[in-house]
């Protein structure tokens, strides 16, 4: 049988997804750990960092901001064939481990990944235990 293109079947296809709201959106993560802290990493290219804000509560990370539109004045005049870059708001919310120091936490932004350091508390950090003879 041979492959018939989505398009003749559905035709209307890119349609079927207008009634959704892509204007919002949530951002991927990765969180990771190294000795001393737990990382968080989301790429946010395109996106003012001035427009983000970081919350920690609770040991849970919440990203949030919004990113703007950059249409030129006259784009009423332009007709797209496609229009998927992503403006709006976002949000994200991690849970992050009962073991770190949320008030200590840093952000950094480089090349559109914004990272966030949070530094483990000391009890979580893993500690070396000399073991003590005993003679008799």
Do not use: C
Not at 25 to 38: L, M, N, R
Not at 47 to 55: L, R, Y
Not at 78 to 92: L, V
Not at 109 to 129: M, Q, W
Request: hydrophobic share 35%.
């Amino acid at each position: 049988m041979p492959l018939v293109p989505y398009r003749s079947i559905l035709p209307d296809f890119d349609d079927v997804f207008a009634g959704f709201d892509l204007m919002n959106f949530t951002p991927a993560v990765d969180v990771y750990e190294d000795k001393d802290s737990v990382i968080v990493e989301t790429p946010l290219a395109g996106i003012d960092p001035k427009q983000v804000e970081i919350e920690i509560e609770d040991n849970v990370l919440k990203i949030s901001g919004t990113t703007q539109s950059k249409t030129e004045v006259d784009d009423k005049d332009k007709h797209y064939y496609r229009k998927e870059i992503r403006h709006g708001s976002f949000y994200r919310a991690v849970a992050l481990p009962k073991s770190v120091e949320g008030s200590k936490a840093e952000a950094s932004f480089k090349n559109g990944i914004l990272k966030i350091t949070v530094p483990k508390s000391d009890e979580a950090k893993p500690r070396a235990i000399k073991v003590k003879t005993i003679e008799d």
